[in-house]
């Protein structure tokens, strides 16, 4: 057939504004999107990982992946992950992005053209030829919602669920094929909420009615404590898992393949089809910040999983006050027999609107670890008194009480005893996330060493991190610089 040369457009999905057009040679032999080094580096990609890659003459390398990258092709677009080459190389397009767009090579005029069985849109197969419990199954993608009047980098970006690609010949349920792969087994699961984030930076006052306000800079993030502390852990190099609600709409999919491509484990995520994902507008002002919230799927009760199911060693409850479908009677029951399987439990309330407080009091006794700040830890035990306040919350059956003092650092009031835990002063740009990026920094170490005096201190140095940064990415870089502290 010959050579086959197309025109597409390559945009980095976290900065939309970096984007790149060049000719890629369309390969049906290869697999991924493959792009030369210097391309990579244009576009700002993060490295995710690397794997072994095989050549056409069985040579074998180790080649890094980076992400997520949207592709424009023929007026189609989906999201890719990206094989990297040494500066020079030819890009390549390979078979997995033509199936995903639904592009197909014409012979006679070797060109790339829509697929004629769907000219319009991108047409998704699910494939069951045989019944869920013998055959092959196939777990794809359904096609996105219509009607939205978004760039189409922000349509094809935030598409439902990615596809999976994992074809089983095998005579097994859906949920003995998760626990074939592992789904279940993981470091640490996370109880709690999902939202989408827009955060404004530096915002002095609010606008008044038909006034506007320009603000330096702003963020859209894969947010929600259980966001947050996942993102942190999985940086950090833990295996994570999810339990918490999202829509059906596409800002639900961004968030849920931000997750998955670090490597978070989401079989626990819960789609409400009737809703979409909890959003949030946060404002930072110069100390402090404010909230506008949509709870959205958050509010949806669901079906907490069998704890049987939950192979784990930690699990960190949080985001509480801001995840109405907690707020159940089941709850109970849930911590009651994650606490019979000896898994530690951790839960960070946040303080938010809604009934939360009496069954919040219930819970406490399965509580190895409270991870409040100092003023939601006063404000709920009714006491002034730091000392007092604990102690209230230690009656109700917590273990230790692990306090967050901001720039003081943390206090440890438990058992046997308090100490301060003291942290270095920095510049705070960014208090939104800072106490989920201490939760995960507490878990992480604490997993690692056993002790609660070398979590805090780790955990403060995980904080300092999420303050002193504006951008998501910029965090994660320098997160990722600090494991190496706690082997």
Not at 162 to 169: D, K, L, S, V
């Amino acid at each position: 057939m010959g050579k086959v040369v197309e025109k597409i457009k390559v945009i980095n999905v976290f900065e939309p504004e970096r984007e790149i057009e060049l000719e890629a040679v369309i390969d049906t032999g290869a697999t991924m999107l493959v792009l030369p080094q210097n391309v990579i580096d244009k576009l700002n990609l993060r490295k995710m990982r690397e794997v072994k890659v095989r050549y056409a003459n069985n040579k074998t390398e180790i080649k890094s992946i980076y992400g997520v990258v949207t592709v424009e092709m023929c007026g189609r677009a989906g999201e890719f992950n990206v094989l990297a080459e040494p500066e020079g190389a030819q890009p390549l397009v390979g078979q997995i992005i033509l199936e995903q767009l639904d592009l197909i090579v014409d012979p006679s005029t070797r060109k790339v053209i829509p697929n004629p069985r769907s000219p319009d849109m991108p047409m998704v197969e699910v494939l069951m030829a045989t019944p869920p419990n013998s055959g092959s199954l196939t777990l794809i993608q359904t096609p996105p919602r219509q009607g939205f009047a978004y760039p189409q980098y922000a349509i094809s970006t935030y598409r439902k669920r990615r596809e999976i690609n994992a074809t089983f010949r095998c005579n097994h349920s859906l949920a003995e094929v998760r626990k074939m792969l592992g789904n279940n087994d993981v470091d640490v699961v996370i109880l709690g909420d999902a939202y989408i984030d827009f955060i404004f930076l530096d915002v002095e006052r609010y606008p008044l009615p038909g006034e506007e306000i320009i603000v330096k800079e702003f963020e859209l993030r894969a947010g929600g404590s259980a966001g947050y502390t996942a993102i942190a852990l999985a940086t950090l190099g833990l295996k994570v898992g999810v339990i918490s609600n999202i829509g059906n709409d596409f800002l639900s999919s961004w968030w849920l393949d931000f997750l998955s491509n670090l490597g978070v484990n989401t079989t626990f995520i819960k789609i409400i089809k009737s809703s979409r994902i909890g959003a949030g507008c946060v404002f930072l002002h110069r100390n402090d910040r404010s909230f506008i919230t949509f709870r959205g799927a958050n509010q949806i009760n669901r079906e907490l999983p069998l704890p049987d199911n939950i192979h784990t060693k930690f699990l960190l409850v949080t985001g509480f006050s801001q995840a109405p479908y907690l707020w159940q009677s089941s709850l109970f029951d849930f911590l009651k027999g994650i606490r019979q399987r000896d898994i530690k439990i951790a839960l960070d309330t946040n303080w938010s609107i809604g009934d939360w407080q009496e069954l919040f009091k219930k819970i406490l006794q399965y509580i190895d670890f409270l991870i409040i700040n100092e003023k939601e830890l006063k404000k709920f035990a009714k006491s002034n008194d730091i000392y007092d306040a604990a102690e209230r919350l230690m009656d109700m059956g917590v273990r230790t009480c692990i306090i967050k003092r901001g720039e003081l650092g943390c206090k440890i009031i438990g058992e046997r005893g308090s100490q301060d835990i003291p942290t270095q002063k920095v510049r705070a740009v960014d208090l939104n996330g800072a106490g989920d990026f201490f939760n995960a920094g507490f878990i992480y170490a604490y997993l690692k060493k056993g002790n609660i005096k070398t979590a805090c201190q780790f955990a403060n140095k995980c904080a300092r991190i999420a303050i002193s940064h504006f951008y998501l990415k910029n965090k994660i870089i320098n997160l990722k610089n600090l494991r190496g502290e706690i082997i």
